[in-house]
T-cell receptor, first 113, second 109 residues
Framework: AQSVTQLDSHVSVSEGTPVLLRCNYS??????LFWYVQHPNKGLQLLLK??????LVKGINGFEAEFKKSETSFHLTKPSAHMSDAAEYFC???????????FGTGTSLTVIP | SQTIHQWPATLVQPVGSPLSLECTVE??????LYWYRQAAGRGLQLLFY??????ISSEVPQNLSASRPQDRQFILSSKKLLLSDSGFYLC????????FGPGTRLTVL
C-alpha cells in the first residue's frame, strides 16, 4: 500500500530564511510524488511533481524537492521564505493503479515578518 | 486548457436538509473525478472517485452519495445532512496529476 507521512504539522520560519517541509513515503514500487499548496479557503495548487525522471524537481514559486529513494523521502525546500508562502502544504503519492492519490495530513507553514 | 468548476462556493444548511454539490470539468474527456472533504484543521479525506460515467467508488461509508450522470459532471449528494458533514469540499480531476476546483464551504447548523 502507498502512503505519505508529513513529519511536521506546523512549521514557522522568518521571512528570508530557508524552508524545509518534510515528507516520507511508503511504496512498494517507484512512486509518483507531488507537493500541493493550499491557501485559506482555496483549492489546492500543484507546486511540483516527481515521476521517476530527475531526482531534484523544481517547482513554482522557487520551491524544490529532492527524491531520495534510500531515505524514502521527498522533502520540500525553498532557499528564502516569502510572506506569501504562508499556507498549508500537502505531500501526495499516486497509487500504482494510477487512480488514487494519497494525501499526507498537511503542514501549516507560518512566515514571520 | 482544462478548468474545473464547483458550486456553490458557500452553503449553510440546517441539519436534516438535503445536499447537492456540483462539479464540472471543461477541456478534457473521460477524466477520473474525485470528491474530497477537508474538515477544519485537517487533511483531505477522499470520499468518492469515478473512472467513468456511472462508475463510483466509495472510500468512506457515510450518509453521502455521489453520481456521475455525464462524462464531465460529478455530483455529491445527501438526503439528510449531519452536523459532522460541515467542511470544505473539493472536487478534482486527474490526468498525470490532480487538478482541484475552488471548493465549497459547507456549514451545517
Amino acid at each position: 500500500a502507498q502512503s505519505v507521512t508529513q513529519l511536521d504539522s506546523h512549521v514557522s520560519v522568518s521571512e528570508g530564511t530557508p524552508v524545509l517541509l518534510r515528507c516520507n513515503y511508503s511504496s512498494s514500487y517507484s512512486p509518483s510524488l507531488f507537493w500541493y499548496v493550499q491557501h485559506p479557503n482555496k483549492g489546492l495548487q500543484l507546486l511540483l511533481k516527481y515521476t521517476s525522471a530527475a531526482t531534484l524537481v523544481k517547482g513554482i514559486n522557487g520551491f524544490e524537492a529532492e527524491f531520495k529513494k534510500s531515505e524514502t523521502s521527498f522533502h520540500l525546500t525553498k532557499p528564502s521564505a516569502h510572506m506569501s508562502d504562508a499556507a498549508e502544504y500537502f505531500c501526495v503519492v499516486l497509487s500504482n493503479t494510477g487512480n488514487q492519490f494519497y494525501f499526507g495530513t498537511g503542514t501549516s507553514l507560518t512566515v514571520i515578518p | 486548457s482544462q478548468t474545473i468548476h464547483q458550486w456553490p462556493a458557500t452553503l449553510v444548511q440546517p441539519v436534516g436538509s438535503p445536499l447537492s454539490l456540483e462539479c464540472t470539468v471543461e477541456g478534457t474527456s473521460n477524466p477520473n473525478l474525485y470528491w474530497y472533504r477537508q474538515a477544519a484543521g485537517r487533511g483531505l479525506q477522499l470520499l468518492f472517485y469515478s473512472v467513468g460515467i456511472g462508475q463510483i467508488s466509495s472510500e468512506v461509508p457515510q450518509n453521502l452519495s455521489a453520481s456521475r450522470p455525464q462524462d464531465r459532471q460529478f455530483i455529491l449528494s445527501s438526503k439528510k445532512l449531519l452536523l459532522s458533514d460541515s467542511g470544505f469540499y473539493l472536487c478534482a480531476w486527474s490526468g498525470a496529476e490532480q487538478f482541484f476546483g475552488p471548493g465549497t464551504r459547507l456549514t451545517v447548523l
